[in-house]
């Protein structure tokens, strides 16, 4: 894929299939199982899906992980209730067959009419996987994921069968009946080596967690120069929470009001378990905050602001993407053109509770990005069809 352009954007959203809140819920990506108010079930989900669609976002992004639902099931079932929302499908390669696993995106691609792009994981975790009967370390479960990639990518563009002998993946005389019209995209994210070995080789569009710009915007520099030394040009994608409101005290009140919903126990509880986290990414979202060690009942949401507008707050008790960025609908905007200038083509969001948000982002920050000189994938087309259907709403009091 060619370099992002300048002055575009490309909003994805999130889809919490573990469930959702008016708080941030603890748990994940080695911190232990979420907990929320509000269930996961087929109605909330689709209504997050249509408000995502409706609000002009290419996609959401839906999770894996023993505190999930399972994402490719999840997402299936709001293939009918869509259409054009696509899903960024989470899924970790070599727990299924490489053929097993093409099968499922193509025909996820029949079905849906190419509405599939893959996120790519291998675990942060050693002993999750181990709890999904994987017994490779985290370097091996790197190499794996190159083998299988390697494998699916083939079965995807090509029509001749397949023999494959890896390390750690073998395939004979393997095929699709029906290979997909379009190739799934492939998102892959991480900050070790084998990670950006790995995009550099494999992945269309390379995704990080949340830092400063100038840090997102060095690790981006690096997968660049790893992808061109094989000769492929990347798209870039980072992950943020957002607290977006009319204005700036709007905003960092509802900080505060998240911030007031977190105990110093659970701080200490979830931090050390993401203590142990295999996952480099992990420990650059927790070094934001010092580990939580500075954590007091009542504190200023300010003291937890890393960079103008960025806020490591949401990191004290939620595994994996753990910054959000707080502010003005002008604010938000104006931040996330720092991170365009820096390389960044797509922003991937969510915010609590997840169904109300997408409105702040949708009316709120995109006609700031607008006022920018900035160009939002499909916004316009998707808010313009959105004026002739109305989104299922069910009044929550969670």
């Known amino acids: 894929m060619s370099t992002t352009a300048q002055h575009k954007a490309t909003l994805h959203w999130f889809l919490p299939t573990y469930g959702d809140?008016?708080?941030?819920?603890?748990?994940?990506h080695g911190a232990g199982l979420h907990t929320g108010a509000r269930d996961a079930d087929l109605n909330y989900l689709t209504q997050i899906a249509l408000a995502a669609e409706r609000n002009g976002f290419e996609s959401v992004l839906t999770p894996t992980g023993q505190w999930c639902e399972d994402a490719w099931l999840a997402t299936a079932a709001l293939i009918g209730a869509t259409s054009r929302l696509k899903f960024l499908v989470a899924l970790r390669p070599g727990l299924v067959s490489p053929?097993?696993?093409?099968?499922?995106?193509?025909?996820?691609?029949?079905?849906?009419?190419?509405?599939?792009?893959?996120?790519?994981?291998?675990?942060?975790?050693d002993h999750e996987q181990r709890s999904y009967g994987d017994t490779l370390s985290k370097p091996e479960r790197y190499a794996r994921a190159g083998e299988v990639l390697d494998?699916?990518?083939?079965?995807?563009?090509?029509?001749?069968?397949?023999?494959?002998a890896g390390q750690y993946t073998t395939a004979e005389n393997a095929s699709l009946a029906k290979r997909p019209a379009?190739?799934?995209?492939?998102?892959?994210?991480?900050?070790?080596?084998?990670?950006?070995?790995i995009a550099s080789r494999h992945a269309d569009v390379f995704l990080t967690w949340g830092e400063t710009p100038q840090a997102a915007g060095e690790k981006r520099a690096r997968v660049a120069e790893a992808a061109a030394e094989r000769d492929r040009e990347l798209d870039y994608g980072i992950r943020f929470?957002?607290?977006?409101?009319?204005?700036?005290?709007?905003a960092w009140a509802?900080?505060?009001?998240?911030?007031?919903?977190?105990?110093?126990?659970d701080v200490e509880k979830i931090q050390r378990g993401l203590a142990k986290s295999q996952s480099e990414s992990q420990r650059r979202m927790t070094q934001l905050h010092g580990q939580g060690h500075d954590f007091h009942s009542g504190q200023d949401p300010h003291e937890l602001e890393v960079y103008p507008g960025l806020w490591?707050?949401?990191?004290?008790?939620?595994?994996?993407?753990?910054?959000a960025l707080v502010g003005s609908y002008a604010e938000v905007a104006a931040l996330i053109k720092e991170y365009i200038d820096e390389g960044f083509g797509?922003?991937?969001?969510?915010?609590?509770?997840?169904?109300?948000?997408?409105?702040?982002?949708?009316?709120?920050?995109?006609p700031e990005l607008h006022k920018l000189g900035i160009e939002v994938a499909h916004h316009d087309s998707a808010v313009a069809a959105s004026q002739h259907q109305q989104v299922p709403f069910a009044p929550r009091t969670a």
């Not at 929470?241 to 709007?250: D, K, L, N, Y």
């Open 151 to 164: 494998i699916t990518h083939h079965l995807w563009n090509k029509p001749e069968p397949l023999d494959y």
């Open 241 to 250: 929470h957002v607290i977006a409101r009319p204005t700036t005290e709007e």
């Open 182 to 197: 379009v190739s799934p995209p492939i998102y892959l994210g991480g900050s070790s080596e084998g990670a950006i070995d």
């Open 346 to 366: 797509h922003f991937i969001l969510s915010g609590y509770p997840h169904l109300e948000e997408t409105f702040h982002v949708g009316e709120g920050v995109v």
């Open 21 to 28: 809140s008016r708080t941030i819920m603890p748990g994940g």
């Open 312 to 323: 490591a707050g949401v990191g004290l008790v939620r595994g994996g993407a753990g910054t």
């Open 99 to 125: 053929l097993l696993l093409a099968q499922q995106a193509a025909t996820f691609q029949a079905l849906s009419g190419n509405r599939v792009l893959l996120n790519v994981v291998v675990g942060g975790e």
């Open 254 to 265: 509802e900080a505060g009001r998240l911030l007031s919903h977190i105990s110093a126990e």
